[in-house]
């Protein structure tokens, strides 16, 4: 069964502080995503990484950054926390980048920058 | 602008009957279609998918149809039971320019189910 791991559940940080969040998989999958959720607005896509040390924009990257240095290990990286981007951030695994393959989720970080 | 759109925001159905979600789309491009449930405080998981070449897959309780020429897709629980109160979420695989297939969510669906 495909496990991805979020670092922390809840998150409570200051603006303008650098935020790292972590995501590990044990599936070996070659696909990662980063994803906020919003009410009213769905699960957004920030960044996602198709295999070691690529990486591609979503459909909201500003003021996120990404790193994935390590294929289970896909890290998001806000640069200088702003109220704004509190949220439910998720991260996804998916084994190829083939449209069949369904994503994989974790439990979820909900981020609070105060 | 929303490529994906579900626009009812919650459901209620009674233990039993049947539970209609519905999902709306733009983009024909979108070859696959999938949807995920969401109970609060866990991630998403995946519950069914179609091709954009079916119009009919079957699960168990739940069906999801796919009416290409309305860009339209539903899932049906039947029957509906109380643990399957969630939010529920339509996806769709976008191959973009690159072939590295998005997937883009709607808004969500609340279902609850009432005993």
């Known amino acids: 069964d495909v496990k991805v791991t979020q670092s922390s559940r809840y998150l409570v940080k200051r603006t303008g502080e650098k935020v790292f969040l972590e995501c590990v998989q044990d599936m070996d999958h070659e696909n990662m995503f980063w994803y906020r959720q919003d009410p009213g607005l769905g699960l957004r896509l920030i960044y996602f990484?198709?295999?070691?040390?690529?990486?591609e924009k979503g459909d909201i990257p500003e003021g996120y950054s990404v790193s994935r240095e390590k294929k289970e290990r896909f890290s998001l990286i806000l640069e200088s926390a702003s109220t704004n981007q509190t949220s439910m951030y998720l991260c996804a695994s998916r084994r190829t980048g083939f449209s069949n393959q369904p994503q994989h989720f974790g439990d979820g970080t909900r981020l609070s920058i105060l | 602008d929303q490529q994906v759109k579900q626009n009812s925001p919650s459901l209620s159905v009674q233990e039993g009957r049947i539970s209609i979600l519905n999902c709306d789309y733009t983009n024909s491009m979108f070859d696959y279609f999938l949807w995920y449930k969401k109970y609060p405080a866990e991630g998403p998981t995946f519950l069914i998918s179609i091709s954009s070449i079916k119009d009919k897959n079957e699960d168990g309780r739940f069906t999801v149809f796919l009416n290409k020429s309305a860009k339209h897709l539903s899932l049906h629980i039947v029957p509906s039971q109380p643990g399957d109160s969630a939010v529920y979420f339509c996806a769709a695989s976008d191959p973009g320019t690159s072939g590295t297939y998005k997937y883009i969510f709607g808004t969500g669906t609340r279902l609850k189910v009432l005993a």
């Open positions: 990484s198709y295999d070691v040390k690529m990486k």
